[in-house]
């Protein structure tokens, strides 16, 4: 399978509940339960298609996710604030970066994070320190994967930063923000320089966070984005059995939307509007075009409390969709908290996939 993009593993320390530690991982690890449904990629490398973090609530589950997309904001922010697409503007709100808050010792340390991630052209571990927004330390390495050649592209601390290897003729502004990631620097005057656009492609397309930003922006950006994902949304909508044949969108003043559902009764065919259909349907179509991006991309999805906006019996058709290499074909990936224990059983998860 030639994947689009992935992320193979994430790591926090010092970020709101989580003190310690913690790594998050998305690769496959040497057990035989399930073992046609994970992802291989062109290296033979084995990756999840999905990731279920299970806990009560106030257990903290959804700050593992919530810090992933702290750093995603961190990076693209200062991008979002530069660029005049209308897509962009509800990725501009600035989310601070809140260290462990029951401990001196952890509110005087930076949060820290690493990031591992896939393109199709090489892996990246991309490692940032913050500490009251600024930035402790910094660094970039490329893995190429028809070489296996590792190098070092930029690194940077408090007292310099040097660009390394490719990016050495790369210049930078010798009084360069110390709140901005040199990484978001670079994607201004270098954004068409092949391995910065490779690599901030990947923050800005081939991970979405459901519902941490304006959700009808988003829904009309996943829906427009392609006729694909439309045919898709049909697809799953009519598997649901919601008697929905067809929908289109409208804009509206102020960049609203309208979304229009088409039902056949008795041979007559009319629309009503998304807000005249049940809430299930309503929670449905604002998750659905996400989940048929992924799949027909490649992409990571990311929400928190799935199975708040999907019963059971849905959020079991969705997961199965991922873990169907005949639907999955890019190897996109779900990672979701949940409280529902109901899908939680080895008919549905591999032991890995289950936080």
């Avoid at 057990?31 to 973090?53: R, T, V, W, Y």
């Amino acid at each position: 399978m030639e994947v689009a993009a992935m992320l193979c593993q994430f790591t926090v320390k010092n970020y709101k509940s989580i003190r310690d530690e913690i790594t998050f991982d998305m690769q496959a690890a040497a057990i035989s339960e399930h073992d046609n449904k994970i992802i291989q990629d062109i290296d033979g490398e084995l990756f999840l298609p999905i990731s279920a973090i299970y806990g009560p609530n106030g257990g903290g589950k959804s700050n593992v996710l919530e810090a992933l997309h702290t750093l995603n904001s961190k990076v693209l922010r200062p991008l979002c604030a530069t660029c005049n697409h209308a897509d962009c503007d509800y990725k501009v709100r600035k989310i601070p970066v809140e260290p462990f808050a029951f401990s001196k010792q952890a509110q005087n340390a930076p949060t820290e994070f690493e990031l591992f991630f896939r393109t199709k052209k090489a892996e990246y571990r991309y490692i940032l320190h913050v500490k009251r927004d600024e930035i402790i330390y910094e660094s970039l390495e490329r893995v190429k994967m028809d070489t296996k050649r590792r190098s070092a592209l930029f690194r940077r601390d408090a007292e310099s930063t040097e660009l390394k290897g490719i990016f050495g003729k790369l210049k930078i502004s010798e009084d360069l923000s110390a709140t901005l990631p040199l990484l978001s620097y670079l994607g201004i005057p270098y954004k068409k320089n092949e391995i910065v656009n490779d690599v901030l492609h990947w923050f800005e397309d081939s991970i979405d966070f459901l519902n941490y930003g304006n959700p009808y922006q988003e829904l009309r950006t996943a829906i427009a984005s392609s006729e694909k994902i439309k045919v898709l949304v049909l697809d799953m909508i009519k598997e649901m059995d919601l008697d929905i044949e067809d929908f289109r969108i409208e804009e509206k003043d102020n960049e609203h939307i309208e979304i229009f559902t088409k039902h056949i009764v008795d041979g007559y065919s009319a629309e009503i509007t998304l807000s005249e259909e049940s809430s299930g349907t309503r929670k449905l179509f604002g998750i659905l075009p996400f989940i048929a991006k992924s799949l027909t991309y490649g992409t990571t999805l990311v929400i928190d409390e799935l199975d708040a906006k999907l019963h059971p019996v849905l959020l079991k058709y969705v997961i199965e969709m991922f873990t169907n290499r005949n639907i999955n074909k890019k190897g996109g990936q779900l990672i979701f908290t949940s409280h529902d224990l109901s899908t939680m059983n080895n008919e549905v998860f591999r032991r890995d996939e289950i936080w």
